[in-house]
Nanobody
Framework: VQLQASGGGLVQAGGSLRLACAAS????????MGWYRQPPGKRRELVATMTTGGETNYADSVKGRFTVSRDNAKNTVDLQMNSLKPEDTALYFC?????????WGQGTQVTVSS
């Protein structure tokens, strides 16, 4: 499975960005896709995920501000990020999960200035 993410950039606090990710390769019909992030000097952490059935899981720090969505037919997952804060600055990774196997995209940088 290959993951191609796009949409990162530099934005002021309070602004919005939308990340997009497309998966290709051996895609199973039932899976989880979503996003992790790694802030500078910190460990990688969950941001949001969504199953093919539509179940979502969000980090507490982004609830109410970020929205994950996906198109199962196109094998894509998006992350709409609103009310961005400087602490959202991180390298964001798209992920695809099937059973115990996780695949990572290359990462896209999001920088929020204060």
């Amino acid at each position: 499975v290959q993951l191609q993410a796009s949409g990162g950039g530099l934005v002021q606090a309070g602004g919005s960005l939308r990340l997009a990710c497309a998966a290709s390769g051996n895609i199973f019909s039932i899976n989880i896709m979503g996003w992790y992030r790694q802030p500078p000097g910190k460990r990688r952490e969950l941001v949001a995920t969504m199953t093919t059935g539509g179940e979502t899981n969000y980090a507490d720090s982004v609830k109410g501000r970020f929205t994950v969505s996906r198109d199962n037919a196109k094998n894509t997952v998006d992350l709409q990020m609103n009310s961005l804060k400087p602490e959202d600055t991180a390298l964001y990774f798209c992920i695809y999960l099937r059973g115990s196997q996780i695949y990572w995209g290359q990462g896209t940088q999001v920088t929020v200035s204060s």
